[in-house]
C-alpha cells in the first residue's frame, strides 16, 4: 500500500499525537489512499474534544472554524485546504432517519467506526502504525464489494441518505453491493422520503457522473428510480412501435446516457428527461406505426417540474430544457441550417455542440440500420460547426442592418413588427450577404408590404 497523503496533512495528524492524543485519518481519504485514487478532502478522527482541537491549532497558527461543534467537528485551514477533525463519537436513536437524537462522544476509535456507513469507510490509518480495519473494508476494498458496517437495514433506517450513497459509490468506484446491502435498500427505499430533495439532487448528481453502464436500471432494480424521479419507472416496457427504435422508451434512454460518457451533467440530465413525453404524444397511423409529434415539447414540460421538485438551479433548468427542446432538430450539412441551429441556443457553440453531442447519443440508441446515416450526418455537422466557431459564422438578431424603427418607418405597426424582424432574420440566415439595409427593405416591400 502507497501513502500518498501529502506531508502537510501527514503534519496536522502528527500536531495531535504530540499533543498526547489518538488520531487517524478516516473515510474517504483512506479508502481513496488503499485505491490508489487522488483525493482533495482529508478527514481526521481523534480523542481529543472539540475545544481541545481548536486550542491546539489556534496556538499553532491554524485558521480554525468551528463548523459542526456540536457534533464534535471541527475545520482547519492547510494552506487554504478545509481539513475536517471529529472527535470519536457514538450517535444515538435517529430520530427522522437522517439525523441522530443525540451525539456522546467516546474514547473508543472502534465504537466510532462502528457508526459508521460502508465498511470502506469504517478504516482508520496512522502512517506510522497503518491500518486499523476491525471490519475488513480493505477487503471489500480489494474485492470491489460495498458493505455495510453492521446490519444493513438498521443502518439505512438510522440514515435514509445512506441508501443514494451505496448506490452513488457503486456508479463512481465500479463496485457491487452485497446481497445484504442490496436487498435493505429494495425494503426500505421508501423511506428516502425523509431526505431532502437538496441532498437526494447531489447524490443523483454524482451518480449520474460516476458514468456506470445501465445506471438508469440499476435504480430500477433497486427501487429507488421513483424515489428520484416519481414516474419514471412508467417508462419501462413502453414499446417503441417504429422502425426507427428497437428497445423500449427506458432502455433506449438508458443505452443513449450510456453514450454520454464524458458529457457534462446538463447533457446527461437532458438525455435521463428527453424522451419521457413520449407515451402521452403517441399516436397511430394506419399501418400500427407509432408517431410521436410535440414529444420534445411535453418532455420539456415534465423535466421543468421534475427539476423544479428537486431544486435545481434555473440555469441548469433552463439548459437542460433547452436541450430537449432541440433534441430531434434536424441537421443538415449546411452552415445556413446551422447557423438556425446555433441561433436556437444564443449563439452560443459549446451549447450548440453539446446539444449535438446529445443527438449523437440518442441516435446511437436507436435502430442503427436507421441511424448509422444520421450519426455520420451528426459528426460532419459537429466538424462543421467548429469551423464556424473560429470563423465566427454566426448571426445574431441585434446583427440585422434593420430594426424595428425602420419598420416603423415602412408602415408596420405592433405585433407585426416582431413577426418581419423574425422573418427577415431567417432569410438572412440562410445567406449573411444579404443582410444590407437596402436589401432587407426591397425584400421586405416584396414579401411584405404587399399584404398591409
Not at 420539456?300 to 427539476?307: G, N, S, V
Request: glycine share 4%; proline share 3%; charged share 25%.
Amino acid at each position: 500500500m502507497k501513502n500518498n497523503i501529502p506531508p502537510s496533512m501527514i503534519k496536522i495528524l502528527t500536531i495531535l499525537k504530540e499533543a498526547g492524543y489518538e488520531a487517524y485519518f478516516v473515510g474517504g481519504c483512506v479508502r481513496d489512499m488503499l485505491m490508489q485514487r487522488k483525493t482533495h478532502d482529508y478527514d481526521i478522527t481523534t480523542n481529543a474534544l472539540p475545544q481541545e482541537t481548536m486550542q491546539i491549532f489556534a496556538a499553532k497558527g491554524y485558521q480554525v472554524i468551528p463548523t459542526g461543534i456540536k457534533h464534535g467537528t471541527i475545520t482547519v485551514l492547510v494552506n487554504k485546504e478545509p481539513v475536517e477533525i471529529t472527535t470519536y463519537r457514538i450517535e444515538q436513536t435517529y430520530h427522522d432517519h437522517r439525523h441522530p437524537s443525540a451525539i456522546i462522544f467516546t474514547k473508543d476509535l472502534k465504537e466510532d467506526l462502528k457508526r459508521r456507513d460502508f465498511t470502506m469507510n469504517a478504516i482508520a490509518y496512522d502512517p506510522t502504525y497503518g491500518l486499523y480495519d476491525p471490519f475488513h473494508g480493505a477487503q471489500d476494498i480489494a474485492q470491489k464489494r460495498i458493505r455495510c458496517v453492521g446490519d444493513a437495514t438498521t443502518r439505512f433506517q438510522e440514515d435514509a441518505l445512506r441508501m443514494l450513497r451505496a448506490l452513488r459509490f457503486s456508479c463512481v468506484l465500479d463496485f457491487t453491493l452485497d446481497k445484504a446491502c442490496g436487498k435493505a435498500i429494495q425494503q426500505n427505499h421508501n423511506l428516502l422520503h425523509y431526505v431532502s430533495k437538496e441532498r437526494i439532487r447531489e447524490e443523483f448528481n454524482r451518480l449520474l457522473m460516476g458514468e456506470k453502464a445501465n445506471t438508469l436500471q440499476l435504480l430500477y432494480d433497486f427501487h429507488v428510480l421513483d424515489e428520484i424521479l416519481p414516474g419514471y419507472s412508467a417508462l419501462y416496457g413502453h414499446e417503441q412501435k417504429t422502425p426507427w427504435h428497437i428497445y423500449d422508451v427506458f432502455q433506449h434512454t438508458d443505452i443513449a446516457l450510456n453514450h454520454t460518457k464524458g458529457y457534462p451533467l446538463e447533457s446527461k440530465l437532458a438525455i435521463i428527461f428527453h424522451d419521457w413525453g413520449k407515451p402521452a404524444c403517441e399516436s397511430f397511423d394506419d399501418n400500427g406505426i407509432a408517431h410521436y409529434k410535440k414529444h420534445a415539447y411535453v418532455s420539456e414540460q415534465i423535466a421543468y417540474e421534475q427539476m423544479k421538485a428537486l431544486k435545481y438551479d434555473n440555469k441548469t433548468i433552463e439548459t437542460v430544457c433547452l436541450f430537449i427542446r432541440y433534441h430531434d432538430y434536424y441537421v443538415h450539412e449546411k452552415r445556413s441550417t446551422l447557423r438556425r441551429f446555433v441561433a436556437h441556443f444564443h449563439n452560443d457553440f459549446t451549447l450548440a455542440k453539446q446539444a449535438l453531442d446529445i443527438q449523437l447519443a440518442d441516435d446511437m440508441a436507436k435502430n442503427r440500420t436507421k441511424s448509422d446515416e444520421k450519426i455520420v450526418i451528426i459528426k460532419n455537422c459537429q466538424r462543421l460547426l467548429s469551423i464556424m466557431e473560429k470563423e465566427k459564422d454566426m448571426l445574431s438578431m441585434k446583427d440585422l442592418a434593420i430594426n424595428g424603427h425602420d419598420l416603423i418607418q415602412l408602415g408596420f405597426q405592433g405585433k407585426a413588427i416582431g413577426d418581419v424582424l423574425k422573418a427577415v432574420y431567417e432569410w438572412v440566415l440562410e445567406e449573411p450577404s444579404r443582410n444590407e439595409k437596402d436589401i432587407l427593405e426591397r425584400y421586405i416591400e416584396t414579401e411584405f408590404l404587399t399584404r398591409l
